[in-house]
């Protein structure tokens, strides 16, 4: 078992050493894409390892949305996501000083959750490909407690806190492997980010790693979901190490340029 997680975790590091720390080229979105926390479209490939959040990336694009697959393999990265979420900005004018952003944050797990979800990945990742029923408990965990998106900046929605099941065509996914990684998933329609995909349209855009909070949500009359950041919890930081990663946000920008 040791053994297999060793080799796991070489073939990893060869392959976060071979890709650029942006992505640095549009691609096509598969036409039988699925938003479900795998990355099978891609042969669980990817365009960009990015050294400062230690996460593996693709962006992708067709005529009508816009898509990111983001995915984590260390334990102390898989952690901070589970506590604080991505957030994924768009500035769709190209330049990191766009006034008006556009924003989703996910996922956003409820403090009570998120040291139970944790636990039970961690424990896969020390079972890696051992155990279908552990694969099952730690994604039925995600599923049930990661049904919100935080979104920022879409004026025909306004912010708030949206259910995954949207009308609006904002979609989010996340999945846990037999291999202990974590795999989250964002499509975003490009007419609510008002832009056209048949142009070769250049985006600066920026993924930052929250984080962790306590998320306390409540509902306001209109139905309407809410979240109250207090701290970060301890029970996620139990270690100086540990602390140092997850106390502070970390992020990274680019440039995107549509494929079509």
Known sequence: MLLAVLLIGQQQVSMAQKLPNTQNKGVILPAAFK???????????????NKNTN?????????????????????????????????????????RSDPNPFAVTYPMVDNSYQTSIYSTVNLLRGNAGKSDSLVEAANSKIAKESKTIKIRGFRTIGDSIISIYNKNGIKAASRVSDKGTLTCEFLIPLKLLHISGANKQTIAYNIMLNSPTVLQSTSTKKGKLTAVAISIPRSLSNNESDSNVIQYPTDYWGEYTFKN
């Not at 938003?35 to 390892?49: K, P, T, V």
């Not at 009508?64 to 589970?82: H, S």
């Open 35 to 49: 938003i479900d926390g795998l990355a099978e479209e891609w042969g669980n490939n990817f365009q960009a390892y």
């Open 55 to 95: 996460i593996y990336t693709t962006m992708a694009n067709n005529d009508q949305f816009l898509y990111l697959v983001v995915q984590a393999a260390e334990p102390i990265i898989i952690k901070k996501i589970i506590g604080g979420g991505i957030s994924f900005t768009v500035c769709a004018a190209g330049k």
